[in-house]
């Protein structure tokens, strides 16, 4: 796990010694990303300039470090990420004649990507987001994973592009605007976080999960997908055996925890109690024989703590288990000041716990190893019942989409939010609309399907999958999840409706595959949530309504809201009406005071 960074001035917008600093400058920035080793690589013609900032987790050998060139130098690398297959790659590539020089992913894969070009990407299981600069060709590729697990941000300015596994950095480009997009200011208040590939600026974008962006010697930018989540079609899915779907399940399941527990240093797990946690853990414990270390989070005297639970199915596989009570001085002390840990603004109140879970994991063990991805895959939410719009006479694709955004997953209120920005409201539609419509207008699928899909395109990227990296590599903690394994995508794509929900329960495929390694009493019947207790809110509401009235000053000054104060006045108002609202407008506007100066 690491931090990449780079610049590709192709008409030379900035001299050499401008190039190295800009780009140590994001390495710097984001130096809590990889602790362990930096480096820089700069082309002969000078155009490029690649960095990298390394967390040491195979191979710790300082030949292993970034940025990285192939045997024939023609290629250089710098990259993020684990490539769990590598071991495999690497002993086809040896088959083929390749020596090689250390025993890192990294050296396999630019070794890789020298044989077998752009094809790679679609063979590779990891996670990464990674940057190949073409000597000959004088081209840039980033590519980033299937499912979005690694950020990957692109900023441009006249005659130059920029990109670094963080945002805030590139904030520090010369030239580079610090134009707030209204349309993404709406995004962010509509959903709590900005649908890729925008974000809340102009001129920075994100490349898309399970793409590639391909920067050419004029600086001309293009990007093409080479992995999409999509579902097979209806007779596919009804031709499913589910003893047999069950059987492929459990044995891919095993290998993607399997390779998740590989590293040179110290591995752990999360483990809350949900099913989707206690699996890993339970695959590790029952069918490797690990006995990994296993973590958890909860709050002082909270209802929901899941710590106890989780200390039961710990005990139960045996494994050594640890958890971390968030006090009130904890959650206090940190939410005065959350915003500016934020690289992008993310409303979802589960990022406190996570942060403070990461911090406790850190203090033992390097990586971990998560159960993200179950619900998205396999139907977990309780917001995943038939829409209202659906069960109507007529079905209406654009009605079930707005009611999926604007009541399943609330934040403010549709209506003060439209007053405040209401030239933005066609804009939002257009960028929603435009990106789900294809899943509504299939007609083979079910509404738990639709939006099994929506949220693995939204949701999951833009704020679970973002929480995580970002919480985790706050504290240089690597994540791992097995539920992104390219054989579990495809066994999810096939998924049939009845192996999801009986109309009661959730993801029942995934809980008679725990079954078979818990027993019934220890397996959580229904889903619960990882955020702030809304207790908490209520007790010291005087404290957060002072944070609230400071979130009111600075984005009331701020730029995109100053010019249009009346407009905002309701926004404001709104902004107490639910949890979710409340805690996005402080977070914004601690966030807004948090940019690196250019």
């Known amino acids: 796990m690491c931090g990449i960074a780079g610049l590709f001035d192709f008409n030379h917008q900035y001299d050499a010694p401008q190039r190295t ?86 050296e396999v894969l630019i070794e890789a990507y020298a044989c077998w070009g ?84 102009e001129d920075i974008q994100c490349v898309q999960p399970g793409c590639m962006a391909i920067i050419n010697s004029q600086g001309e930018y293009t990007e093409k997908s080479y992995f999409a989540f999509d579902l097979q079609s209806k007779q596919q899915r009804d031709e499913v055996n589910p003893a047999q779907y069950l059987d492929a399940l459990d044995n891919v399941f095993t290998d993607a925890v399997s390779t998740r527990l590989v590293a040179d240093v110290p591995v752990g797990a999360f483990l809350s109690s949900g099913v989707d946690s206690s699996l890993v853990c339970a695959i590790a414990a029952k069918k490797l024989n690990s006995d990994v270390r296993c973590f958890s989070a909860g709050f002082v005297g909270g209802k929901e703590n899941e710590t106890d639970a989780a200390q039961q199915i710990a005990d139960h596989l045996g494994l050594p288990f640890e958890y971390y009570l968030v006090s009130p001085e904890d959650m206090l002390q940190t939410a005065r000041h959350f915003g500016e840990l934020l690289d992008e603004p993310n409303g979802d109140r589960s990022c406190v716990p996570m942060y403070f879970l990461s911090r406790l994991v850190k203090s033992q063990v390097t990586v971990a190893v998560s159960g993200d991805g179950g619900d998205e895959l396999f139907g977990g939410y309780g917001r995943y019942q038939p829409l209202k719009t659906t069960q109507q006479a007529k079905f209406n694709q654009v009605n079930a989409i707005s009611e999926y955004f604007s009541q399943r997953l609330p934040v403010f209120p549709t209506d003060a939010l439209t007053q405040a920005m209401p030239e933005q409201q066609q804009s939002f539609r257009h960028r929603i609309m435009s990106r789900f419509v294809p899943a509504f207008a299939r007609t083979d699928l079910q509404d738990i399907e639709r939006m099994r899909l929506m949220d693995a395109h939204s949701y999951m990227p ?61 397996i959580r019947p229904g889903k619960q949530g990882f955020g702030m207790p809304a207790s908490f809110f209520q007790k010291y509401a005087g404290i957060f309504e002072e944070l609230a009235k400071q979130a009111d000053e600075i984005l009331f000054d701020w730029k995109p809201m100053k010019n249009n104060l009346q407009r905002f006045e309701q926004l404001r108002a709104a902004s107490r009406s639910n949890i979710n609202s409340y805690w996005a407008w402080i977070v914004l506007g601690q966030w807004t005071q948090s940019w690196p100066k250019q």
Not at 494 to 516: C, F, M, Y
């Open 118 to 201: 752009d094809e790679l990407f679609a063979q590779l299981d990891g996670m990464f987001a990674l940057a190949i600069y073409d000597n000959q060709e004088q081209t840039l590729r980033l590519v980033r994973d299937r499912m979005g697990e690694k950020p990957l941000y692109v900023a441009k300015t006249t005659d130059a592009w920029a990109f670094s596994s963080e945002l805030k950095p590139l904030l520090t480009l010369p030239g580079l605007s610090h134009e707030i997009s209204d349309a993404s200011l709406f995004e962010y208040f509509s959903l709590r976080y900005v649908l890729d590939p925008h974000t809340l600026f």
């Open 462 to 522: 833009g704020a679970v999958l973002a929480k995580v990296d970002r919480m985790s590599m706050r504290h240089s903690l690597e994540v791992r999840t097995p539920f992104f394994h390219p054989s579990i995508l495809a066994l999810s794509m096939q998924l049939p409706v009845n192996l999801s929900t009986d109309g009661h329960e959730l993801k029942l495929i995934l809980r008679q595959l725990l079954a078979r390694y818990l027993p019934q009493h220890l």
């Open 21 to 106: 600093a800009i780009v140590n400058r994001f390495s710097e920035l984001q130096k809590h990303r990889g602790p362990d080793a930096s480096g820089l690589w700069q082309s002969e013609n000078q155009a490029c300039v690649l960095g990298h900032t390394r967390l040491s987790i195979i191979d710790l050998d300082p030949r292993s470090n970034q940025p990285m060139s192939e045997g024939q130098g023609r290629y250089v690398l710098s990259f993020n990420g684990e490539i769990y297959n590598y071991k495999q790659l690497r002993q086809s590539l040896i088959s083929s004649g390749v020596t090689f020089k250390t025993d890192s992913d990294t």
